[in-house]
């Protein structure tokens, strides 16, 4: 029996398809990649469904407590894009748009579950909760202990606004830009100035409680 | 601003500067060449911010959501395949609506004239030369047998890759009006853009084509499946249904009548004409009938293969011992070759 035969079994075939999925779509473009998938590419779409679905889980709970609600939406959302395969309008960051997309689309299941109003407007209790690992701290000179559960604390006292402003632009990535498109701000700078001033008042936090 | 290189911008800033500045986050988060050039530069020429930075890097690291939720690997699966799934419920008789929006889209005007244009045309030819086919047409039928593959240039420039086991008929020069090429078995089609539709016709179904490239498999039993890759084509059958499939669009339709359309993975419908035999969870019949028309040999088959069995490889331009010796490593069978006859037992 040869020692190196060109065996192609299960366990190698489906893995190596995968990879080279991810390895096509890697180098290229957001723009590239969504033009790609609006014309119908398959390896495209499911590019874009392995890359973001997790991520859209997570940001999705973010507007509800219900997981098959949540994973329904993402559903919904996936099945409206392939239909309009071919009518999609140009997307130049994927990431915000899909970010923007099931935001809506939870929202909207959520009102129409349980007909509160101003869902949007009020945000629900344990939204985009921060945990800070270890070794951070924001003024030299505390004591390690000490200095991480300032942080915390002071995390703690900003609002869910800009909690949610902190989480997207340093847990998930996104541009002010971005961000400003998914929190409804019709400036851009509006959403630095929401990062901006939330960094001021947590170090404010500490310098304050910590002395 | 502009009168101040970055360097300099950079200069004054604090903890929150950096930590609200888009280009320092993707440096620290997604480092890259362009982001760590500058980076380290700024590093090495203000090392005074060294304390900071470092504050500040750790902060933009340190921050996740507080609770950890997993999508999974049977939510994962499930919702892929509810995805995929839908499209086939995506309404196939109604092509209207659709047709009628694209209209409004002023990018579409010049492709719908040309569709309407070469409907007329269609629509004179089916009334005029096709009921009254044109005698001196010279037709030329190509036959593989079972282990044959070829691939046919037609007069108009159109490249049909032609399977085993598979037939063609075709004139030998097209007409001023129309083309038209009988089908039996599988090919994949380029065909050449023209003003003159062309048509390729099954035993029970008709394609209809204005210059595109697709894959049609019908099967002796009359389940057709045509596979687009690229523009736009048409399919009647018989009793008068018709759907347009869009690229990477398949349409199944099964002997009985019934259709629908799926998406599909092109090397595995396609990858024939460039020499790949694939493999995709078959069980042991598919394999069986696959090896007999690929290699165009005699198979007997000595034990019993459970429904169980399946399997799943990919091959490019394999003989058949090594094809046979890959299925044997992974699943259970041994083999015995004897010129086309081809004995499989386990």
């Known amino acids: 029996m040869n020692n190196n035969p060109k065996k192609q079994s299960d366990s190698i075939f489906i893995p190596v398809k995968h990879l080279e999925t991810i390895k096509v779509f890697e180098k290229k473009s957001d723009c590239d990649i969504w033009n790609a998938f609006n014309k119908g590419d398959e390896m495209a779409f499911n590019y874009l469904y392995r890359t973001y679905v997790q991520e859209l889980y997570q940001f999705g709970s973010q507007y509800s407590r219900d997981p098959s609600l949540v994973k329904d939406c993402i559903q919904n959302l996936f099945i409206y894009l392939r239909k309009k395969r071919g009518e999609l309008s140009e997307v130049t960051n994927i990431k915000g748009y899909l970010f923007r997309s099931i935001q809506r689309e939870i929202i909207k299941n959520v009102k129409a579950n349980t007909s509160l109003k101003g869902v949007e407007d009020d945000f629900l209790e344990g939204q985009f909760e921060i945990e800070v690992s270890p070794e951070v701290s924001l003024i030299q000179n505390e004591s390690e202990v000490e200095r991480n559960r300032l942080v915390k604390d002071g995390i703690d006292q900003l609002t869910t606004k800009q909690r949610m402003a902190i989480l997207l632009f340093y847990e998930e990535e996104l541009s002010y830009k971005e961000i400003a498109e998914i929190m409804n701000f019709s400036e851009v700078k509006t959403a630095r100035k929401l990062i901006y001033r939330a960094l001021a008042s947590l170090k404010e936090y500490i310098k304050t409680t910590g002395e | 601003m502009s009168k101040y290189n970055n360097y300099k911008k950079y200069e004054d800033f604090d903890v929150e500067d950096l930590l609200a500045d888009e280009f320092f986050v993707q440096w620290v988060k997604s480092p890259d060449e362009n982001n760590s050039h500058f980076w380290e530069k700024w590093l090495s020429s203000n090392p005074n911010k060294r304390g900071i930075v470092t504050q500040a890097a750790n902060f933009a690291r340190a921050i996740h959501y507080k609770e950890k939720l997993e999508f999974g690997n049977d939510s994962y ?5 509810a995805i995929l799934n839908s499209d086939s419920e995506i309404q196939i008789a109604s092509p209207k609506r659709t047709l009628w929006k694209s209209f409004f889209s002023l990018r579409n005007i010049a492709a719908a004239i040309l569709l309407s244009f070469c409907s007329f045309v269609l629509f004179s030819v089916f009334n005029k030369d096709l009921l009254t086919p044109n005698s001196e047409i010279e037709w030329v039928t190509s036959v593989n047998p079972g282990g044959k593959k070829t691939i046919i240039g037609l007069s108009d420039g159109t490249k049909i890759h032609l399977n085993s086991n598979s037939e063609i008929t075709y004139p030998e020069v097209f007409g001023d009006s129309i083309r038209t090429v009988f089908l039996k078995g599988e090919a994949f089609l380029e065909v050449e853009k023209g003003i003159r539709p062309f048509i390729v016709e099954l035993a029970n179904s008709k394609i209809e084509v204005l210059g595109t490239s697709f894959n049609v498999n019908q099967s002796i039993d009359n389940h057709v499946e045509i596979a687009l890759l690229e523009g736009k084509v048409k399919v009647n059958d018989k009793i008068g249904n018709q759907v347009m499939l869009a690229p990477q669009e398949m349409l199944v339709m099964k002997n009985n009548g019934e259709f629908f359309k799926s998406s599909f993975d092109s090397l595995e419908v396609i990858g024939w004409k460039d020499n790949y035999l694939i493999f995709n969870n078959d069980d042991f019949k598919t394999v069986e009938s696959k ?56």
């Open chain 2, 77 to 81: 699966i499930e919702i892929y395949e």
């Open chain 2, 291 to 346: 090896l007999r028309n690929w290699f165009g040999i005699d198979i007997e088959v000595k034990g019993t293969f459970k429904n169980s069995w399946k399997y799943t490889g990919k091959y490019y331009d394999e003989s058949l011992e090594n094809v046979l010796k890959g299925i044997e490593l992974t699943s259970d069978i041994r083999f015995r070759i004897d010129g086309k006859k081809v004995e499989i037992y386990n």
